[in-house]
């Protein structure tokens, strides 16, 4: 079964940087589009990036030119480098399949960005 593990979460300044990882076991990982989302508090979970299987990348308007997604070497692991982060970006943020395949999401990380 996979499960899908989100790390690399934290308190941050406003305008500052930091880079999440997303880890999955299971074998579909290396062949299957990963995407980014976040949730905010008392908000929907909202998309903020995609990795397809071939290293392409897909952002949310609010995402580009500051996030960039990756996939690792050993293509069991992704990963979100956030630049330039604001206040509003304050959620917890989640990895998973695109689409999602009916695995279950993670616990997140939690990225807390002060004014």
């Known amino acids: 079964q996979v499960q899908f593990v989100e790390s690399g979460g934290g308190l941050v300044q406003a305008g500052g940087s930091l880079r999440l990882s997303c880890a999955a076991s299971?074998?579909?990982?290396?062949?299957?589009?990963i995407g980014w989302y976040r949730q905010a508090p008392g908000k929907q979970r909202e998309f903020v990036a995609r990795?397809?299987?071939?290293?392409?990348?897909v952002y949310a308007d609010a995402a580009k030119g500051r996030f960039t997604t990756s996939r690792g070497n050993d293509k069991n692991t992704a990963s979100l480098q956030m630049n330039r982060l604001k206040p509003e970006e304050t959620a917890v943020y989640y990895c998973n399949f695109i689409p999602q395949q009916g695995v279950a999401w993670g616990q997140g990380t939690q990225v807390t960005v002060s004014s």
């Open positions: 990795i397809t299987s071939g290293g392409y990348a």
């Open positions: 299971g074998s579909t990982f290396s062949i299957s589009d």
